[in-house]
């Protein structure tokens, strides 16, 4: 396998790829991106850091394009949705730089309320102006930050050792995390209006965009402080330049910008209480170290089979859990490719309903199998990348519930599929015995029980009449097939049965024209899951 690193990574990331047994490292620095485009043409992975994008040309024209690694935090340079649409994994690498950039985030607040760069200036240019300088106290001040995940939570224990009162917006954050970090978890009009330092950890997206704009600082006291070290884009440059020239905002530190380099002419620029650096939240010799060794790992892992970690656009799984899982994600396929075949061509809503120890689980890489196996019989090069953008593309909404069911099963995945009619469709599946067979156990709300181990699946529906299962055993016998299972169910008596036959071979055509023609069977499917 080939990996194209096309920008320059720590040294030992290079060297543990090319220690790896069936990998060829091509190192690309500089080139441009016709250059990358000619490169990548048949390699299995690309690795960037910044420097070089990894643009839908090139990933359309990569033939073996599998994933694609950035050495550090932001993937605005690769084209998610381009990678998305081929399958391709697209990892960074989060953990790396968590304490260089939350040490620089610091830095900054500390020069924001000392103003050291400042100072510093001044005695340069030969100046002693003491009464120039005049800061103010972290200590018992209240700082607001917006994002607590990694980067955050390291900013959060240092202002906590600082002896600050720090309130915290994130709308994933538990009231547990937030405990246990010491932090106040607020909506963000409280931290606006209350805090008197700001630092922003939250990722770049439609809803984060400018979220300090002019009418954000209007809200906030005046002499806040500002300190962005997160994404370029989330603060308002125009309006944070008006804010501190007006005095509303005393300083501000950004290492990140809409543009960077940041144009010369910058109105942030002309703001000498605004302390500017250019993006170095990664620049410390042991988060680059950092990062490339994992980035070099992620990618090796990723191609060889092992634990996908850090994936924005597919699940990660931790090894550990993945071994608890593996046997729902086989069932989650095989529950997939049943209601697919049991289903019309056009369904527009499908839910999925986890019961059990699975409430617990995170679900995510289980409705990827669950897709992978709708797909299975629609579309080829189906993976856990792609196949929510297919399922989005056929139209089909999906919705994921996870509840304590009252079944007689204590693991249960439910699939509820609904068409353009508002007609229902369903099937409840579980794991039986110590070997956890994959079972199902409720089709259409009646009750059964139907290994999905079987190659294939006959599925009648007919009244509940005498002499139906010799019928179709007699027919199944005159075409040479063996019956491995057959369970049945009925509504009521006299009313509908619902008869499932486990197959060895598939049924012919002919055999399954003779089945339909007697007059007391309504509906037969043949569900293919041979290979699954």
């Not at 330092?197 to 002019?214: C, D, V």
């Not at 049943?338 to 056009?346: A, D, H, K, R």
């Amino acid at each position: 396998m080939k990996i194209l690193i096309a920008d320059k990574i720590s040294e030992s990331g290079v060297d543990y790829l090319r220690e790896q047994d069936g990998i060829e490292v091509i190192e690309a620095y500089g080139s441009t991106p016709e250059e990358l485009k000619v490169k990548a043409s048949d390699v299995d992975a690309i690795i960037v850091r910044s420097a070089s994008s990894v643009t839908r040309e090139i990933i359309e024209a990569s033939s073996n394009l599998k994933a694609v690694g950035r050495a550090g935090v932001g993937v605005d340079n690769i084209d998610l949705e381009a990678a998305s649409d081929k399958g391709v994994i697209v990892m960074n690498t989060p953990g790396g730089n968590t304490i260089a950039t939350a040490e620089l985030a610091f830095t900054h607040l500390l020069c924001s309320a000392r103003p050291i760069p400042q100072a510093n200036a001044s005695m340069k240019s030969g100046e002693w102006n003491k009464k120039a300088f005049k800061g103010s106290e972290l200590y018992k001040k209240t700082i607001g930050i917006l994002g607590l995940g990694r980067i955050g939570s390291e900013v959060a224990k240092r202002a906590t050792a600082f002896g600050m009162t720090v309130l915290a917006h994130d709308p994933y954050l538990t009231s547990a995390k937030a405990e246990q970090l010491e932090v106040e978890k607020v909506d963000l009009d409280r931290i606006f209006t209350e805090a008197d330092f700001i630092t922003i950890h939250m990722p770049k997206t439609e809803t984060t965009a400018n979220m300090i704009n002019a009418e954000a600082l209007s809200k906030m006291k005046d002499g806040v402080r500002i300190i962005n070290c997160a994404r370029g884009g989330l603060v308002n440059e125009a309006d944070l330049a008006e804010a501190v020239a007006s005095g509303k905002v005393a300083a501000a530190g950004l290492d990140v910008f809409v543009s960077e380099p940041l144009s010369e002419d910058s109105d942030l620029r002309e703001q000498n209480k605004i302390v500017l650096t250019p993006h170095l939240g990664a620049s410390t010799s042991e988060a680059q170290e950092n990062v490339g060794v994992e980035v070099a790992q992620c990618i090796h892992e990723a191609l060889t089979g092992g634990w996908i970690r850090n994936a924005i656009n597919a699940p990660s799984i931790d090894p550990k859990q993945l071994e608890l899982m593996r046997p729902y994600l086989g069932l989650a396929y095989k529950l997939g490719t049943v209601i697919q075949q049991l289903t019309p061509e056009e369904i527009s809503q499908i839910r999925l309903t986890y019961s059990g120890k699975l409430v617990d689980f995170n679900v995510k890489p289980i409705n990827r199998a669950f897709q992978r196996g709708y797909l299975r019989m629609i579309t080829t090069d189906v993976n856990d990348v792609n196949a929510p953008r297919i399922m989005e593309r056929l139209g089909i909404k999906g919705e994921i519930v996870q509840d304590n069911l009252e079944r007689d099963y204590t693991e249960m995945i439910r699939v509820e599929a609904t068409d353009p009619n508002g007609k229902l469709y369903s099937i409840e599946g579980t794991l039986i015995g110590k070997i956890q067979q994959p079972r199902l156990t409720r089709v259409n709300e009646r009750n059964l029980e139907s290994p999905l181990d079987e190659k294939y699946l006959l599925v009648l529906e007919n009244d509940d009449t005498p002499g139906i299962v010799g019928m179709v055993g007699t027919v199944l016998a005159k075409y040479k097939l063996n019956i491995s299972n057959m369970s049945l169910s009925r509504n009521t008596i006299g009313g509908v049965a619902l008869n499932i036959c486990g197959l060895d071979s598939e049924p012919s055509k002919e055999a399954v024209e003779e089945i339909a023609s007697y007059e007391t069977i309504s509906e037969i499917k043949v569900v293919n899951l041979n290979g699954v």
